[in-house]
C-alpha cells in the first residue's frame, strides 16, 4: 500500500469517527440531521469513490431508479416550488455522496475502522441507557435541555420527538453491536440498545420499534443459522412482496381486514385503498416522482407503504428496480460461514423493509440517510470480520 494510499484510508477512517460520535446525537435531538451528516460524510469521502465490478450490477440499478425517477417529473402532478426542493436532483446527489460514504467506509484504515466502530457501538449503547432513562422520566432530560436553552416544550409534544429517536436506535443497533463486537467492544452493548429502544417505544404507545427489536432477533438468528441460504431467500422474499404489494392490499380490502382497526391503521387502510386506485390508472408509467403529495386529503404526504409508493409513483418499471436493488442488498449478506456480523446485518435490513412498510416515505431524507449509515455500519463491520477472519 502506498503512502498516499495510507493517508487516504486515515482519513476516510476518522471521517467515520467523526460521524459515529455524531450519530447518537442526531438521533436524540433531531433525526432530519441525518440527510447532511451522511452527505457531509459522502463529501469528504468522494477521493476513495470506486465501483468494483462487483458493485457494477447495483450501480446500474441505482442510477437506473434515480434516471427513470428524473424522467418521471415530466408528467408528475406535484411540481416542486424551487429548484433546491427537486428529489430528482436530491436523489442524484445522495445516489453519489451516500455511494462514497459506503466506499470510504471500505477503504477505511483498520486503526480508524476499528476506532469507528467502538464510538458507534459504545455511543449508541449509551443513548440507549438514555432513552431508559428519558421512558421513566416522559423524555425529561430532553426536556430539561429544551428549557435550558430557551426553547420550551410541551410534554406531549418532547416525548413525541423522543419517540422518532427509538425508530433510528431499533434500525442501527444489531449491526452497530455486532460490529463494535468483531473491533472488540462487549456483546454486552447490545443490550441497552435494544432495551432502550423497546422500553421507550412501548412507554410512548410506538408499537413499530417494540416489533421492530424482535424482528432483528429473529432475522439475525436465522442467518446466523443459515448463512449462505437465509439472505438469499430473504432477498427473494423481500423483492417478491415489493411486486406483488397492490395485490396483497387489494387482498387485504376485499376481506374487510381494514374493520375495526385501531385509527392509525385504519387511516393507513384508506391510504393504501385509493393509491390502489390511482395504481390503476397508469400502472405501467406511474403518477410520476412525488406524486403522492397531490392527493390529499386521501393521501397525506404519502402512503406510508414504500413499496405501494414506487408503484403510485413509478410504476410496474420503478417497482421492478426497486425490487432488484433490494434483493442485490440483501443478498450481499449471504456467508459460507456463520457470522455475528452477517446476522447484525440482515437485522438491520430486515428493520428498514419493516418500517418503510407502515411509515416512512421513500424518499424522506433522513430515512434514505439512515439507510445509508447501515450500509456504512455494515461495510466497516465486514471489512473487520474479513481481517480478522483471514
Known amino acids: 500500500m502506498t503512502e498516499r494510499g495510507d493517508r487516504l484510508g486515515a482519513w476516510c477512517g476518522w471521517v467515520l469517527v467523526g460521524a459515529a460520535a455524531l450519530t447518537p446525537l442526531f438521533a436524540w435531538l433531531g433525526p432530519l440531521g441525518f440527510a447532511p451528516l451522511v452527505a457531509v460524510a459522502g463529501l469528504l469521502c468522494l477521493p476513495a469513490l470506486r465501483v468494483t465490478e462487483r458493485d457494477r450490477p447495483l450501480a446500474i440499478l441505482l442510477l437506473a ?5 428524473a424522467v418521471s417529473t415530466a408528467w408528475t402532478p406535484h411540481r416542486a416550488a424551487a429548484p433546491e426542493d427537486s428529489v430528482a436532483l436530491k436523489l442524484a446527489a445522495q445516489v453519489v455522496l451516500y455511494w462514497s460514504a459506503w466506499q470510504g467506509a471500505r477503504r477505511a484504515a483498520p486503526a480508524q475502522r476499528r476506532l469507528a466502530l467502538k464510538v458507534f457501538a459504545w455511543g449508541l449503547a449509551a443513548y440507549g441507557a438514555l432513552l431508559i432513562v428519558e421512558a421513566l422520566t416522559g423524555a425529561g432530560v430532553y426536556r430539561a435541555l429544551r428549557d435550558a436553552i430557551g426553547d420550551p416544550i410541551r410534554p406531549d409534544l418532547g416525548r413525541k420527538n423522543v419517540a422518532q429517536g427509538s425508530f433510528v436506535l431499533a434500525l442501527l443497533w444489531p449491526v452497530a453491536a455486532a460490529g463494535g463486537n468483531r473491533a472488540g467492544a462487549s456483546a454486552l452493548l447490545a443490550v441497552p440498545m ?4 423497546a422500553l421507550l417505544a412501548q412507554t410512548f404507545l410506538s408499537d413499530a420499534p417494540v416489533l421492530a427489536v424482535g424482528l432483528a432477533v429473529a432475522v439475525g438468528a436465522v442467518v446466523w443459522i443459515w ?5 438469499r431467500t430473504l432477498a427473494a422474499a423481500a423483492a417478491v412482496v415489493v411486486l406483488v404489494m397492490p395485490l396483497l392490499i387489494l387482498a387485504a380490502l376485499k376481506l374487510g381486514l381494514g374493520a375495526h382497526l385501531p385509527e392509525s391503521w385504519a387511516q393507513r387502510m384508506g391510504y393504501w385503498g385509493y393509491a390502489i386506485a390511482r395504481i390503476a390508472d397508469h400502472p405501467w408509467r406511474g403518477w410520476g416522482l412525488d406524486a403522492s403529495r397531490a392527493f390529499s386529503p386521501y393521501i397525506q404526504l404519502h402512503p ?15 417497482a421492478i428496480l426497486a425490487a432488484l436493488v433490494l434483493a442485490f442488498v440483501v443478498r450481499r449478506i449471504a456467508r459460507d460461514e456463520r ?8 437485522g438491520t435490513a430486515a428493520v428498514y423493509f419493516f418500517f418503510g412498510l407502515i411509515s416512512f416515505g421513500v424518499w424522506q431524507e433522513w430515512w434514505l440517510a439512515l439507510g445509508a449509515l447501515s450500509a456504512v455500519i455494515a461495510a ?9 477472519r483471514s
Request: net charge negative; proline share 7%.
Open 194 to 197: 435494544a432495551l432502550g429502544t
Open 304 to 318: 406510508h407503504n414504500g413499496p405501494l409508493q414506487l408503484w403510485l409513483e413509478l410504476g410496474a418499471l420503478g
Open 380 to 388: 466497516l463491520a465486514d471489512a473487520e470480520d474479513a481481517e480478522r
Open 339 to 346: 457470522g455475528l456480523v452477517a446476522a447484525g446485518a440482515a
Open 227 to 231: 448463512p449462505r441460504t437465509a439472505p
Open 65 to 69: 431508479i434515480v434516471a427513470w425517477a
